[in-house]
């Protein structure tokens, strides 16, 4: 399933800092979008709109790229997770739920847990991508 999901970082959301949090967006219509926060911050010069990655000259006081980028990819893929879960449970509002469920430091495999304790008959159903 292609989900309307995808990271951003915007530079008219410039901190005092001079960085800019890298959130990931979906939109489940024009009406109904949110933002996810992965409290992640580069200078917005250093993300690839393209590619929607941070690029790899980013100075290293900011991180190492690869790592970023690694655990920016593990919270989009935790995001459609949770967005997925909500799409197949019929939930009436998946980007409340998205909004209210995920946090950048929540682990698939806490996921899975959660779900198999909300409603463990339907725990084959979900299937995880991420771990």
């Known amino acids: 399933m292609l989900l309307p999901i995808k ?9 005092r800092d001079g960085t800019s949090l890298i ?6 219509s024009a009406e109904n979008k949110t933002l996810l926060n992965t409290e992640i911050a580069i200078p917005p010069n250093y993300w690839n709109r393209k590619l929607k990655r941070i690029s790899d000259n980013l ?6 790229t690869d790592e970023l980028n690694k655990d920016l990819q593990r919270q989009v893929r935790l995001a459609e997770d949770i967005i ?9 509002d998946p980007v409340e739920f998205a909004k209210s469920t995920f946090t ?6 806490v996921l ?4 198999k304790k909300i409603n463990p008959e339907s725990s ?8």
Not at 59 to 64: E, N, R, T, V, Y
Not at 87 to 92: E, N, Q, T
Not at 104 to 109: D, F, K, M, R, V
Request: aromatic fraction near 8%.
């Open 7 to 15: 990271p951003i970082c915007s530079a008219s959301k410039m901190r």
């Open 23 to 28: 959130f990931i967006q979906y939109c489940e």
């Open 59 to 64: 100075p290293i006081g900011h991180g190492k």
């Open 84 to 92: 997925s879960y909500a799409l197949v449970r019929k939930i009436h």
């Open 104 to 109: 950048p430091g929540l682990i698939s495999a």
């Open 112 to 115: 899975k847990r959660l779900q």
């Open 124 to 131: 084959l159903e979900f299937k995880l991508s991420g771990l």
